[in-house]
């Protein structure tokens, strides 16, 4: 079983809030993910690290940014949240191809 | 681009019974990922396929890729209430870098 851990599991708040959404991972993964997804639908790669000090912006186009300072702990962060943002966010890390996912931040914005 | 298509859509078996789920890519592929996603919830990797031909089980879950490494299969043996779930392909190709893509899943109802 894979040790990823995002927090919190579930978020409700209002427009124009920042928000940090956690991932951590205890595995010594070099490499981590973010992910969204809308219900029904697939998910899609929004960033991406090699490792520390590395980040690269996925298939779709976020406003989110991401900080990679340890290579346990990978956050995602938006600056003033909207009801686009309105989404699930999957966080995966990989050693070698095979990623392992934490359970998901389910946003809402209201 | 790339894509991946997967079939059924849902899908709703009486316990006991077997069952297939399709993933087809428009290329051909580096490797292919089989998740499954309880509603809400993470991916839990099942199996991961890289050679043509390849063919892997765990349990009751059996999974295949065609020799052109363009088409997978899923294939679940008697059907039990715990396989219901969201059952998701993913897939990585030369030059991707390891990033995957993913179908839009088939959601599998199992009623006992």
């Known amino acids: 079983e894979a040790d990823i851990y995002q927090t919190p599991r579930y978020l409700v708040i209002g427009t124009g809030k920042k928000i940090t959404l956690e991932c951590s991972q205890t595995?010594?993964?070099?490499?981590m993910y973010w992910y969204q997804q809308d219900p029904g639908m697939e998910l899609h790669l929004i960033h991406y690290?090699?490792?520390?000090?590395?980040?690269e912006k996925g298939d779709l186009s976020s406003e989110s940014t991401v900080s990679r300072i340890r290579t346990e702990h990978f956050p995602l962060t938006l600056e003033s949240a909207r009801p686009s943002h309105t989404s699930q966010y999957l966080c995966?890390?990989?050693?070698?191809?095979?990623?392992?996912f934490g359970d998901g931040t389910r946003l809402s914005i209201l | 681009s790339q894509e991946l298509e997967q079939s059924p859509q849902s899908l709703i078996v009486q316990e006991g019974k077997n069952l297939t789920i399709n993933c087809t890519s428009s290329?051909?592929?580096?490797?292919l990922y089989w998740y499954k996603q309880k509603y809400g919830e993470g991916l839990i990797f099942l199996m991961m396929?890289?050679?043509?031909?390849e063919e892997k089980s765990h349990e009751k879950i059996t999974a295949k890729l065609d020799e052109k490494k363009q088409q997978s299969s899923l294939h679940i043996t008697a059907s039990q209430p715990s396989h219901a779930g969201i059952y998701l392909c993913?897939?990585?190709?030369?030059?991707?870098?390891?990033?995957?893509?993913f179908g839009k899943g088939t959601k599998l109802s199992v009623k006992p």
């Open positions: 290329k051909t592929l580096y490797g």
């Open positions: 595995m010594g993964h070099d490499k």
């Open positions: 995966a890390s990989s050693a070698g191809r095979a990623q392992h």
């Open positions: 396929l890289q050679k043509g031909g």
């Open positions: 690290s090699y490792g520390v000090n590395s980040t």
């Open positions: 993913g897939a990585d190709f030369q030059g991707s870098q390891g990033n995957l893509i």
